[in-house]
């Protein structure tokens, strides 16, 4: 007899993000806008923080939920941007990566056969993180109403069962650009209460926001400390630090101890190096978010003109996070339609199909990069669409 991967290890689906970068990194010149990042290095203050501590000694293992002076530094910026009192020894673990912070906070509220309801399209890891802890991720589309995404309530309603456990959304959303309003916020957190059901916010480009739907829009705000609430976080996109592997977790105290407890068997830490560099992009990284929303707004306009100059293209305008979502109309294999756009014209985008349930139809478009690579994208882009 052989011996074989667990079926649940099998269960989990290969990214279609990543099976595109992967042919993409074969080739020359490719203009790199599938991935979610921006291709602007790291601040030079945040690498300089980071060699300090080095220097400093920060080397070694720390707490498992992180150093207390790094949840002590979000404990402060949660009190600065939005008004949040959080306990720093209790309410905040310190993670390598959002992902991971996912990973943790998922782990704690699944038992196998359960379920989950993910508002989709989405950054497909999460679904795939609900796959590994052998339990079921119901996607929810969002539809799109008039020129905005919204959340159909009436659906999620009729899709709780006994087995439900928690219901998951991200905003600023990943990848439509959607922002949910306070009003969004407020029927989510009732809805959940209501089901006894965990809340888990993916608001990794929380400070990356452009409209008036919601500025600072974080759920904590309207959450009390004993709501059943997770916000799960990054200092990736904001600070450009993807590479740098760190982010965090707030949640319920009891959610937090356990993350922590679980966090000994996965990675014990994030280095503790990375941890003092965050707490100075914390400190001293507004100026450097200001002007990163000022690249990105324009940014946006300008992909949105050209987009929506395109026959066949619809362009829901976002407001936040930096992605485009648009449609092509008569568009049913957004996969293949990418990998031959990569192939022909060297213009990397990321499938629709790639981010579940309402993703089919359209592709994604990262413009957190220099205006001569979109000018020059776009252009391709717009030839291969009329010629299709």
Request: aromatic share 8%; with cysteine.
């Amino acid at each position: 007899m052989q011996a074989t991967v667990s079926s649940s290890a099998q269960a989990v689906a290969p990214s279609r993000i990543r099976a595109l970068a992967e042919i993409a990194m074969t080739m020359e010149g490719v203009q790199k806008l599938y991935f979610g990042e921006s291709n602007l290095p790291t601040p030079e203050f945040i690498q300089r923080a980071g060699t300090e501590a080095m220097a400093a000694g920060f080397t070694t293992y720390t707490s498992n939920a992180g150093l207390l002076s790094t949840r002590e530094a979000l404990a402060a910026y949660y009190a600065q941007h939005h008004g949040v009192t959080l306990n720093p020894a209790q309410e905040i673990i310190v993670t390598s990566s959002g992902v991971q912070a996912l990973n943790l906070s998922i782990g704690c509220l699944l038992d196998p056969g359960d379920e989950a309801l993910i508002l989709t399209p989405a950054w497909p890891n999460a679904c795939s993180i609900v796959t590994m802890n052998q339990a079921r991720a119901i996607e929810m589309a969002q539809p799109l109403v008039g020129a905005r995404y919204a959340i159909d309530f009436e659906a999620l309603e009729a899709a709780v069962t006994p087995r439900t456990r928690f219901l998951m959304y991200t905003s600023p959303s990943n990848p439509l650009g959607w922002v949910a309003t306070l009003q969004d916020q407020q029927r989510l957190l009732e809805f959940t209460r209501r089901h006894g059901l965990w809340l888990l916010a993916d608001e990794v480009y929380e400070r990356l926001t452009y409209g008036p739907a919601n500025p600072e829009p974080s759920i904590l705000r309207l959450a009390t400390r004993e709501d059943a609430v997770i916000v799960a976080q990054s200092f990736s996109k904001s600070y450009c630090m993807t590479g740098w592997r760190l982010g965090w977790i707030v949640g319920r105290k009891d959610l937090i101890a356990k993350a922590t407890q679980r966090n000994e068997f996965i990675v014990s830490c994030a280095p503790a190096f990375v941890q003092k560099a965050g707490e100075v992009a914390l400190r001293d990284g507004e100026p450097f978010i200001a002007e990163l929303l000022r690249m990105l707004k324009g940014n946006r306009d300008y992909c949105t003109e050209i987009l929506r100059s395109i026959p066949g293209v619809t362009v829901p305008e976002p407001d936040g996070a930096f992605y485009l979502f648009p449609q092509i109309a008569g568009l049913t294999d957004s996969f293949g339609f990418c990998k031959r756009l990569l192939l022909e014209t060297k213009v990397g985008l990321a499938p629709g199909v790639a981010f579940g349930n309402g993703g089919e139809g359209s592709v994604r478009l990262c413009y957190a990069v220099e205006r001569p690579i979109l000018e020059t994208a776009l252009a391709s882009f717009r030839n291969f669409v009329v010629a299709s």
